[in-house]
């Protein structure tokens, strides 16, 4: 366990450029943080939480500027960001097309979901890296959230590189979400930040309804799909099909894309959403070979399997 000097700071940077994950306290709970521009790096935060899912994944920024780098900001958005950040909002803004961001933090949303968190320790990082950070909370699937070190240490300190001890967090709850539609918000998640706040610059906060584009977790069946046809568990190929491979293919067939020809998941996991994009584009039908259903492989099978289950 590391502390928060320069020199820490400057450690942990060097572990997440390098494909790493480095727990970082913010005012809210810890987060656990990695190159969001890093498929690999981002694939390696859910194994290490031991949540194979593809739930976007809330991207921390140093300000605006760098929020400029992968969103689409409207003018509300604009004065929600002057007046609450760095602070407990995150804002899920359209995703650019030249967003470097990996596509599965983003769940492969048209969608990114964005934050400056108010801790002199995360932003330090955030800096000294020059990237967003993809940082969930930094604790076991379904357990409760770290608001010290020392809670972070007790559950992941196996899994992950470095541990920053910047005390307590402030706040102690998660961030609150509220979601850009036009010239209104939408309130996804409460959180440390009171929607009374929020209003008071966005006016009533409308509704969620079955209509809105969820990009919260657990709400995949709103995520993308392709306009191809997808077939699952291919073990032969049409002849009108592109044919996704994983591993060593069948006999007599020649993938057109191998989400990860050594059969790797993390590797997967970080080339599925571009794949399936550059698929759809030429393709009317796509066969996928079949995943195992283990480790992130489960969360790979599920989101294929919804993506699927529209036709």
Aim: contains cysteine; proline residues 8%.
């Amino acid at each position: 366990m590391l502390g928060v000097s320069d020199a820490d700071l400057d450690r942990a940077a060097a572990v997440i450029l390098s494909g790493g994950l480095v727990a970082m306290p913010t005012e809210t709970v810890y987060g656990l943080a990695a190159d969001a521009t890093n498929g690999l790096a981002v694939a390696a935060i859910y194994t290490a939480k031991g949540r194979p899912s593809f739930n976007p994944l809330i991207c921390h920024v140093t300000g605006l500027a760098m929020a400029e780098t992968c969103a689409e900001i409207p003018p509300l958005a604009r004065e929600l960001i002057a007046r609450f950040w760095p602070g407990p909002l995150t804002l899920v803004l359209p995703r650019k097309p030249t967003c470097p961001v990996s596509q599965l933090a983003t769940a492969g949303l048209d969608t990114i979901a964005l934050r400056s968190p108010k801790h002199p320790a995360a932003i330090g990082l955030i800096a000294r890296v020059g990237r967003p950070l993809a940082a969930p909370s930094a604790n076991p699937s379904e357990r409760l959230s770290p608001t010290t070190a020392q809670h972070v240490a007790e559950n992941l300190a196996s899994k992950i590189d470095i541990i920053l001890d910047g005390g307590a967090c402030a706040a102690g709850l998660e961030s609150t979400i509220v979601m850009i539609i036009g010239e209104g918000a939408v309130l996804l998640r409460p959180g440390a930040l009171a929607r009374a706040e929020i209003e008071s610059v966005t006016g009533l906060l409308t509704a969620l309804d079955e209509q809105t584009v969820i990009v919260a977790p657990g709400m995949m069946k709103r995520h993308y799909a392709p306009a191809a046809r997808l077939r699952l568990g291919a073990l032969t190929r049409g002849e009108d099909e592109a044919y996704l491979g994983f591993g060593e293919p069948p006999e007599g067939v020649t993938p057109t894309l191998n989400l990860s020809p050594r059969g790797d998941l993390a590797e997967a996991a970080s080339n599925l959403f571009a794949m399936l994009h550059t698929l759809d584009a030429s393709h009317r039908a796509i066969a996928v070979a079949p995943i195992p259903n283990t480790g992130l492989g489960e969360g790979i099978n599920d989101r294929l399997q919804r993506a699927a289950a529209r036709f």
